[in-house]
Every structure is written in structure tokens, then in C-alpha cells.
């Protein structure tokens, strides 16, 4: 892959992700403004995820077909069009719909970022991409979790929206275009199941995205609500779990071309679970603040490595996992997020512990979901060589 593809791949996914996770620090804000509850502001989240996980079932499939680059290109120009009727809503209504827009459109980045790096880079080195790549989108959500708390919600919309349309014009004179497989099936999901590695792994992914969300969607009405923080310091605190991550998709990608994927996978859930425990007890806020980046790094140390595992796949259904794979996190995070907001109305703490627990019966149990077997077959040793 070329250096000036794999840049434009970086910003595209950090433009993508620049307003993903201030949205929920935003909720309180948003609230406020268009006079709803803080819980009835929840489409905000989840209309978002189901959206980006119903149409990223179409692009990898789709990439088969067409040049990826004219897919790439209708998409985030609509993408960036999205963004821009979310700044200048007048309503809640229009804000949601905004937001419904730019999950479908959105979606059509990951897919084709994963699609690329199988077919264009050494199996050993895919970690060390991929962690790069969403390395590139924590530091975007990181900017936007940052500027959320300084700055007027409908800016943090705005910007994505006027680089988006920038970044346009790199992507038609710079992202070469890409020939479409014409042989095979155009939609080829069945195969997918039928491989054994393949429903372990997306069972995996499903339900450590719906825990990972039904906590992580709720953390700044925690905040706002059972501590009273200002929009600032909750914004800071979100910022942190971005913050680490950023350093936690570098190091949990190169962990899993060294120890493998599913050790690092494993890593990543205990910190989850301390993390989760934690929010179980009223701390300072300083304290509240490493908790957020020891959270960041579970969750990032996870998602690479799985992102990875799927990279390792056959090549013949390679495509539909990687629309799979948006697919399943968001569906199952907008799950997530629902349920995280029935539960949490109920009890912070009652949520906190029924994650908390979730997260743990995932670690110990996940020979239930084949990931041992699963390691055995897609795992690499320190020379890059599939055992």
C-alpha cells in the first residue's frame, strides 16, 4: 500500500471519528438547549450505531463490485453534508435524522480500510497498520472530546463538515482508484458463517461491544448527574478514555503481531473489568480520571486485536467480514446503549455491576464462544509466521 493512500485512509477515519464519542459528553448540552431530559437525548447515540451497523453490511460487498475509491467518494461527501445539517438544526428531530445520516454514510470507511490492509500488507504487519490507523481516529476523538467542552455543540459538527469537504479533493486527485474483483458471488455473508474462526470471532465482537457501550454511552450523565461536573470537566474525563487510546491502538496492535491476538484481546477485558468495579465507588476526581485511562486502554487493547483477527481470515468472504465487522460493533453498540440506558435510569450502580460482571463471565468463559480454538488458528509468534 502506498504511503499517500494509507494518509488518506488515516484522515478520512479521524474526520470520521472526530464527533463520535464528544457527542455523548455533548448529551447534557444538547439537552439543555432543545429542552428534553438527559435520557430522552439517547437517539443521539443509538441512531448513529444502528445506522453505521445496517449500511456497513453493504460496502464490503459493494467494494466487489465497484471502485472503491467512487463509493468512497459519494459516501463522504454525503457523510460531510450530514455533518452539516446536524450544525444548523433547529430541532431535535433534524439533529437525530443528521445523525442517522452520518452512521450510514460513515460506515463505509472501516470496511474498506480493513478490506485494503489484508489485500495490500504482510500478514505480521497488519497490527502495527491498524493500530496506526486507529490511533489516528483517537486522536480526532480525542480533538473533539477536548473542543466539546470549550466550544458550542454545533461546532463540534461544523468542523467535520468543512474538512470533510476538503479532504474530498485530496481523495479525487490522490486516492488511486481500486479494480473490482468481477468473479464470485456479489454477497457472500453465508460463507462467512459457515466458518467456524469467523462466528467465534463476531460472537466475540457482539458482545464486548454492547458491554463496552452499554457503559461507555453513559459515563457523561454519570458524571453530570450523580457529580454535578460541569460540561468542562465532564468532557475532560470522556477526553481521557480517548486520550489512552490513542496509545492503547498502537501498543495493542503491536502486542498482537508479538504475543498474539488473543492474549492481547485478554489483557484488554481485565482492564475493563477493573475499571468498571472502580466507577462502583465515589473517588476524587483525579482518581475518576485514571480509572477513564485505564477504561481507554482496555477497550482499544481489545479492538485492535480483533480488528486484526479478522485481517487473518480466508480472502474469499475477507470482504463481508470487514463490513461484519463495522456491522456487528454497532449494532451491538446502539444494543448496548439502549440497554446501558434502561439499566443505568434504574441505578448507576445496579448498571455498573451488571456490566462489571459481564465483562468478567467474557473473559473466563470464552472457550463458550470457540476463542481458544480460534487462537490456535489465527495467531502469530514473534517471527510473523501463522502457527
Known sequence: MKRATFVILCLEGAILSFNVAACSALIPSISKEFGIAQFHAGPLIWLYMLAYGVFALFYGPLVRVFDAKKIELVCFLLFSFSNLLAAVSGNVITLFTARFLMGAFGASVIPLVLILIAN???????????????????VASLLGLFLS??????????IPAILGFILLGCMYFYLPNFTPASKGPRINYLSVFKDKS????????????LFYHGVQQWLAVYFSSQFKFSQFLVSMLITLTSLSGIFGEVIGGYLSDKIGRLKTVNFGIMFMILAVFSLLIKMPVIILALVMI???????????????MLTDLPKEFLNEAASLNSGVRFLSGGIGAVLGGIIMQRSFSLGFGVFGFCFLGLLFFNKAFGMVKTSSLIYLNNNGRTK
Request: glycine share 10%; hydrophobic share 60%.
Open 149 to 158: 467542552g470549550i466550544i458550542s455543540w454545533r461546532l463540534i459538527f461544523l
Open 198 to 209: 469467523a462466528v467465534a470471532i463476531f460472537a466475540y465482537i457482539f458482545l464486548i461491544s
Open 120 to 138: 495490500h500488507t504482510e500478514t505480521a504487519g497488519r497490527g502495527k497498520l491498524l493500530g496506526i490507523f486507529f490511533s489516528a481516529t483517537f
Open 294 to 308: 485505564v477504561w481507554g486502554l482496555g477497550w482499544t487493547f481489545s479492538h485492535v486485536s480483533l480488528s486484526v
